[in-house]
Structure formats: structure tokens, C-alpha cells
């Protein structure tokens, strides 16, 4: 039978009610001929109380006591969920990472799977177990000791099971109902995509549209699961949510699929650095040390051998930055004349696979925001996405502006 | 290094602070030179709300997921111990059951231990690690799904963890100080023993002094384990608590340890009971059956070739011991005149191996009685207790005035 595969968030699991309405979805896909792997989180909250303890006991954790107290959510769902498939009538069982057992690094915290194998839950398919419910999050390492796989971790789980069973879909039940063309809140016009190509979700993703986690998204590209993502609570049909595969599977994608913002950035300017081999390198080693992660990076040549470096980077860490750079310039490592800190400023960026085979999409983009008067601070481009620094108090208006521009509230 | 196991129960670790604690102890034992084993149960209250989760959701659960989802409450607790040990640069780490592994029956909810190899943990004692922290009441079946050992079984880990290790001693920390005489809220002359040997341990535990779990008490007597009971609320000496041991190192022991009672029993007697063979086992069949939990019997001759039959047992099953004995006298099976159940009972009763070297315990125990007034309703022996039923309000009144007459209240 075809194996599908169904996660679901932690507040798809926050209580018995709404394990019972998962587990509801879970029989439906059962009734139509699935076998179905069901990787589930923690009950929303607990995952935080259990690192909350962590945390108070120990600052300095040994990340190994830490998977091993924090990996315990997860197990109690997946025995709910499989007790409440068994009430249901639906045969199931429960299996925790080290049961599978899903072989991690030894990356305790943040490992990274190593391999899943399938014989154990495929003989038990067999033999008429018709749902598999994995505790996400968590692994085996080489040691034999419990390891989490970090955020999004079940996320992750969801693809690489999917990977490893040949599933023919993923299935992430989420608090939203798939991804949109851009944030609803700030953009009544915004549409839901039927389909993105998973390039474009990895831009949207790292853009701010946290539905998805990036590492699941770079797993399910490389080995093309195709993944959709869809609301808990709402009902469902077979085209619900929005499905993330590969471009060959989007007929007739519009140029521009999506258009992202993220509020939280600043822009950082080292006014007359010496512009010699080696300076970047030496100003973003430092930013890396202190833990700044530093986003866009624009050089301007200035004048006499000298240069202003731009870059940007979270609001909340350019009082790190601040102390890294003044830093390396008593070291006398490191000579320029001021350094300005802009943290009125917000990214919007446009994003479409169609950009790749399609030229003029930045000098659209530039001259909507020059209509509306917006001046554009920074910009950087990569294959298939356009990124600007703007005044913050324009990001709606450049957001519902470009939308509209792109045509991005009418299916293509 | 010479092995100690620690236990902690679930209101010895209810909070971080109470965990911190509890470590500070295992920190003196392992200053002492002491390798440790620490058995954690799950924080309190824990427990209890997992396994709430698992009625509302199956009210006939599959054990295999019971015990999959009520055994994570200790998994939280070794892991957040360790942590809370390695703050107190103590070398730790946590074990789950399946790490050890802890091997058991696959009798799942009520899984019986059979193995616990020594050879991992061994290994890194030998490395330098000097706490072992294993998480209670779990194990592995034989086909690899996780156990659970039913009430009591944090106690019984650690009496088996003592056995496997061949450790020096074995303490049980709990909520009380030591094994008394009699039960201090009755009796304000209750004297702390400072030792019990196993089988007055046995007696005093099924009579209601719940201070270890029976299981655990019969398992250490088999394997000869030196079990402490003391309190994680007090300062602690090295003489703190009771010491449950062989009887041989008890030395001039008293001839009765202590006073025992139980409030909860009812009278139940079969008037008129035919007197053949096989009438006792068509009674106590039945009554096993309707799962009543039948304590004392006796049997009294009447007058031509009929009996009265005469038992105890806990006062909520009086319900379901007269429907099944009803039962039985309607199909046929037994005849009998009336059963008569008094819910208005107590027993009270006296425990010490020097019974049985020492007569005139029994003769003793009754002229107390009968000094005081107090009418007795039932007896039974064993070979190191005696058990009476009086009238309910007698009961203080009986306990005291043993206690007294078996001068329980002046160390021997």
C-alpha cells in the first residue's frame, strides 16, 4: 500500500480534543488505502516547561541530559495518539526515536539523521498495522544516547520518513491553513498558493514566513518529497492547503510568487574603512564570533583608497555588533571612521522561480517603489529573489504595492 | 569503589529545589567514597496527570502505549538530575530502562524484572563517572517495546539495581523518617525502630504501615539487600532511619517489633454453611472471582454437620462480596442461612520474629484486650504475627494499650 505521511504541530496535539481531531484525519487517509507514518510533537507548552527546567538547573547544560529530558513530550503524544487510532479502531502503535531506531550524529541538541531504517515499521505494516506514530524531534547517536535534531526537528523527522519510506506525500498539519503570497495581516489582497516551488518556499521560508522550517524544505528538496501544508482546523479536502514540490510540477508559474517582509532588521553602516584584501573578511569574522547573523552585505567604493561596508542584521543584535566592531578597532585590527546604525528600516523582498528565465523584474520592482515615493536603501539579488532595505514606515505600502503590481491576488 | 543506591520518590523530587536537595545527598554519599546509583521516580503529581491522559483517552488502554506515555515522568527526572549532580561537578549521567537495559517480562503495567546487566554502567564507574542516574518503574520486554512495574516499582528497581550491583546498602528516600512501632497519629509513644528485619517489614507493610512497597520488601529479603528507609525532609546522620535487614543483625531484638492496624476492614460470616468437603474452595473461589481481597478466614464448628464461615476483607468490596456469594446461593451451588457483614470493624494486630522463639505472645495480647474491655471478634496467626478484629472504636485504644504492654515505646 502507498505510505503517506502526517505530522502534526504542537498545537494540533495541545490537548485530548485535538489529538482526537488529528487522529480523525489520520483514519480518513487510513479509509482511502494509506499506510500512514505519523510523526507528531510535543503537547504545545510542554516542550518549553521541560527546557524551563533544563535551564533552571543547569545554564550550562550537558546537551546530552537536555535531549534526554526534552525528548520526553514527544513520547507522550505518540502514545495518546496511538491509544486514540486503537480506540478508533484503526490498528497502531507507537514507536520513539530509539525504537526505529532513527540514527543520528552525535550533535547532541542539533544532530543531524544519519539514517532511518524502514524494515521494523514496513514488517509491522505487513502484518496489518495500518498507522506507524513516531515521536518526533529526537534520535539514537552512535553512543546509544537520546539526541534531539534542534528547531523544526519534527518537521524534519515528517521528510526524512517521508525520504526514507517513499512516501508519496507529507503532510504538515500546522495553525495555518498553507502559504500565501504574502502576510495576510498587512495585505488583505494576499492569496493562498495551490503549489510553490521549493526554492521559493526556502526564500520565503528564511524571509519570515515561518511556516515551514528551512532544513525540512532543503530535505524534502533534495530528495523530492512533496510536501503540503495545511491547517488543522479547518475541514480538508484533497486540495487543501498549499503543496511544495518541485518547479516541474507548477504549470505556469507567475514570475513572482510570493512577496516577503521581515520588520526586525537593521542596517549597519562602517563609514571609511581601507578597502584592502582582507577587510571583509576580517569585519565578518568578528560579527560571526560575537554570534551577529549578519544577513545583506553591500560594499560602496568611497573615495582615496577607502570604502563604507553596509550590512544588516537583527534589530536585537546590533548592540553585539556595536561591541564587536569598536572592539577590533582599539585592537587596531581594524580602522574606520564611524560606524551608523539604522534600526528604522524593514526587508521586503520578491521571490518567484520565474525570475530565473524572466528579466525585468528588478527594474519593476525599483519603479513601484519609486511611484509610491519609497526610497530604497539597500538592495542585494540572488537567482530568484529581490531584496530591499526601506523605511519601516513603508513596508505595508511597498508590500500591498508590490502585490498588486506582480498581480499576486489573482491565480495565474 | 564500594555501591550505594539512593531512591527518590516522587515528592523527593516534586520541584527543582527538592531535586537540588535530594542531589546534595548523593554528593555526601559520593564524598564517602561511594560509587551511586540513583533511582528517581517522577516528580509528583506527574505521574498521575499521564496517566489521567491515558483514561480519558482509553478507558481500555493497550498497556503497551500505557506504558510507553506514564513512563516518560521519570525519564524528566534522571535527566534533570544528572544535570543538577554535574552543577555540583559530581561526574553523572541519566539511564532510561532501555539504555541499562533493564530487562523484563512482557507483562506490560505489571512487568516483572529478569535481568539488569551490570557490565555499562560498571564500565563507566570505571571511567571516572561516579553517579548513575536510572530512571524508576521501567524496563524493556523482550520484544524491545517499553514496561512499566506497576505500583511500587521505583522501590523495586532500586532493591534490584542493590542485588545486580551487590551494593553495600540500598536507601529508600521518602516522605517519612523511618518504620515505627505503631502509627505515630494514634499512638504518641510510637518510637522510630532503629532496624526491622524483612519479614516483620512484610507483615507491617500488608498491614497498612505504607512505607515500602511489599514487592520491594520481599525481593531485597531474597537477595539478602540492606534496605534504609529515611526521610529527604530531615538532616541526616549515618543512623538515620530504619534499617531493613536480616534478622541476624538484629541483636537482642525485642519479641514484638510493632503494633499494626488497618480501619478499613469489614466482618463478613456465612451462617449456616453446609460442613462438607470443598465448601471452603466453592466460597473462596467465588469471592476471588468477584476480585475481593479476602484476608482473614475461620471457621467455627456448628451444630449438625453445618458451619459458620467467617472472613475479612476491605470494607469497599462488601458490595460485591455479598452479590457474588448471593450468586452462588441462587445457581444452587451453596446453600448457607444468612451472611451477616459488619463494616463497624478494626484490625489491630502485633508483629516480631521473637514470636517465634518466645510463647505467651498470644496470651499476653489477649488479657491486654480483655484488661481494657475490648471484645474479640476474630483471630488469626502466623508464625510472627497475630491478628485480631475488634469493634472500630476500639481501635486507638487497643493499639495503645499493646504498645504499652509490649513496652514498644523503650528501645530494646
Same mark, same amino acid.
Given at each position: 500500500?502507498?505510505?503517506?505521511?502526517?505530522?502534526?504541530?504542537?498545537?494540533?496535539?495541545?490537548?485530548?480534543?485535538?489529538?482526537?481531531?488529528?487522529? #480523525?484525519?489520520?483514519?480518513?487517509?487510513?479509509?482511502?488505502?494509506?499506510?500512514?507514518?505519523?510523526?507528531?510533537?510535543?503537547?504545545?507548552?510542554?516542550?518549553?516547561? *521541560?527546557?524551563?527546567?533544563?535551564?533552571?538547573?543547569?545554564?550550562?547544560?550537558?546537551?546530552?541530559?537536555?535531549?534526554?529530558?526534552?525528548?520526553?513530550?514527544?513520547?507522550?503524544?505518540?502514545?495518546?495518539?496511538?491509544?486514540?487510532?486503537?480506540?478508533?479502531?484503526? %490498528?497502531?502503535?507507537?514507536?520513539?526515536?530509539?525504537?526505529?531506531?532513527?540514527?543520528?550524529? @552525535?550533535?547532541?541538541?542539533?544532530?543531524?539523521?544519519?539514517?532511518?531504517?524502514?524494515?521494523? +515499521?514496513?514488517?509491522?505494516?505487513?502484518?496489518?498495522?495500518?498507522?506507524?506514530?513516531?515521536?518526533?524531534?529526537?534520535?539514537? @547517536? %552512535?553512543?546509544?544516547?537520546?539526541?534531539?535534531?534542534?528547531?523544526?526537528? /519534527?518537521?524534519?523527522?515528517?521528510?526524512?520518513?517521508?525520504?526514507?519510506?517513499?512516501?508519496?506525500?507529507?503532510?504538515?498539519?500546522?495553525?495555518?491553513?498553507?502559504?500565501?503570497?504574502? !502576510? %495576510?495581516?498587512?495585505?488583505?489582497?494576499?492569496?493562498?498558493?495551490?503549489?510553490?516551488?521549493?526554492?521559493?518556499?526556502?526564500?520565503?521560508?528564511? *524571509?519570515?514566513?515561518?511556516? *515551514?522550517?528551512?532544513? /525540512?524544505?532543503?530535505?524534502?528538496?533534495?530528495?523530492?518529497?512533496?510536501?503540503?501544508?495545511?491547517?488543522?482546523?479547518?475541514?480538508?479536502?484533497?486540495?487543501?492547503?498549499?503543496?511544495?514540490?518541485?518547479?516541474?510540477?507548477?504549470?505556469?508559474?507567475?514570475?513572482?510568487?510570493?512577496?516577503?517582509?521581515?520588520?526586525?532588521?537593521?542596517?549597519?553602516?562602517?563609514? /571609511?574603512?581601507?578597502?584592502?584584501?582582507?577587510?571583509?573578511?576580517?569585519?565578518? @569574522?568578528?560579527?560571526?564570533?560575537?554570534?551577529?547573523?549578519?544577513?545583506?552585505?553591500?560594499?560602496?567604493?568611497?573615495?582615496?583608497?577607502?570604502? !563604507?561596508?553596509?550590512?544588516?542584521?537583527?534589530?536585537?543584535?546590533?548592540?553585539?555588533?556595536?561591541?564587536?566592531? /569598536?572592539?577590533?578597532?582599539? #585592537?587596531?585590527?581594524?580602522?574606520?571612521?564611524?560606524?551608523?546604525? !539604522?534600526?528604522?528600516?524593514?526587508?521586503? @523582498?520578491?521571490?518567484? +522561480?520565474?525570475?530565473?528565465?524572466?528579466?525585468?523584474?528588478?527594474?519593476?520592482?525599483? #519603479?513601484?517603489?519609486?511611484?509610491?515615493?519609497?526610497?530604497?536603501?539597500?538592495?542585494?539579488?540572488?537567482? +530568484?529573489?529581490?531584496?530591499? *532595505?526601506?523605511?519601516?514606515?513603508?513596508?505595508?505600502?511597498?508590500?500591498?504595492?508590490?502585490?498588486?503590481?506582480?498581480?499576486?491576488?489573482?491565480?495565474?
Amino acid at each position: 500500500m502507498p505510505v503517506l505521511v502526517m505530522k502534526f504541530g504542537g498545537t494540533s496535539v495541545a490537548t485530548l480534543d485535538r489529538i482526537r481531531r488529528a487522529a #480523525k484525519r489520520v483514519g480518513v487517509e487510513v479509509a482511502k488505502g494509506y499506510d500512514v507514518i505519523v510523526i507528531v510533537s510535543a503537547m504545545a507548552g510542554e516542550t518549553n516547561k *521541560l527546557v524551563g527546567y533544563v535551564d533552571e538547573t543547569s545554564p550550562l547544560y550537558d546537551a546530552r541530559e537536555y535531549d534526554a529530558v526534552v525528548s520526553s513530550g514527544e513520547n507522550v503524544t505518540a502514545g495518546l495518539m496511538a491509544l486514540t487510532l486503537q480506540e478508533m479502531d484503526v %490498528p497502531a502503535r507507537s514507536w520513539q526515536g530509539w525504537q526505529v531506531p532513527l540514527q543520528t550524529t @552525535s550533535g547532541h541538541s542539533a544532530a543531524r539523521i544519519l539514517d532511518i531504517p524502514t524494515d521494523n +515499521i514496513t514488517r509491522k505494516f505487513g502484518e496489518g498495522m495500518r498507522v506507524a506514530v513516531v515521536a518526533g524531534f529526537q534520535g539514537i @547517536s %552512535p553512543e546509544g544516547r537520546i539526541t534531539t535534531l534542534g528547531r523544526g526537528g /519534527s518537521d524534519t523527522t515528517a521528510v526524512a520518513f517521508a525520504a526514507a519510506f517513499q512516501a508519496e506525500r507529507c503532510d504538515i498539519y500546522t495553525d495555518v491553513d498553507g502559504v500565501y503570497t504574502t !502576510d %495576510p495581516r498587512i495585505c488583505e489582497k494576499a492569496r493562498k498558493l495551490d503549489r510553490i516551488a521549493f526554492e521559493e518556499m526556502l526564500e520565503l521560508a528564511s *524571509l519570515g514566513a515561518k511556516v *515551514l522550517q528551512t532544513r /525540512s524544505v532543503e530535505l524534502a528538496m533534495r530528495y523530492k518529497v512533496r510536501l503540503r501544508v495545511l491547517s488543522s482546523f479547518e475541514e480538508q479536502s484533497d486540495h487543501a492547503g498549499t503543496l511544495v514540490c518541485d518547479e516541474e510540477e507548477i504549470m505556469e508559474s507567475k514570475v513572482v510568487a510570493g512577496v516577503a517582509h521581515s520588520r526586525d532588521e537593521a542596517k549597519m553602516t562602517l563609514l /571609511s574603512v581601507a578597502d584592502r584584501p582582507g577587510i571583509a573578511a576580517t569585519i565578518f @569574522s568578528a560579527l560571526s564570533e560575537a554570534n551577529v547573523n549578519v544577513d545583506m552585505i553591500v560594499q560602496n567604493i568611497s573615495e582615496e583608497g577607502r570604502t !563604507d561596508m553596509t550590512f544588516s542584521c537583527p534589530t536585537d543584535q546590533v548592540a553585539r555588533a556595536e561591541v564587536a566592531l /569598536s572592539d577590533i578597532k582599539e #585592537k587596531g585590527i581594524l580602522n574606520f571612521a564611524e560606524l551608523v546604525a !539604522d534600526t528604522n528600516v524593514c526587508k521586503v @523582498s520578491v521571490v518567484g +522561480i520565474g525570475m530565473r528565465s524572466q528579466s525585468g523584474v528588478a527594474a519593476k520592482m525599483f #519603479k513601484v517603489l519609486a511611484d509610491e515615493g519609497i526610497n530604497i536603501k539597500v538592495i542585494t539579488t540572488s537567482e +530568484i529573489k529581490i531584496s530591499v *532595505l526601506v523605511d519601516r514606515k513603508y513596508m505595508e505600502l511597498a508590500v500591498q504595492a508590490l502585490h498588486d503590481a506582480f498581480e499576486l491576488d489573482q491565480a495565474s
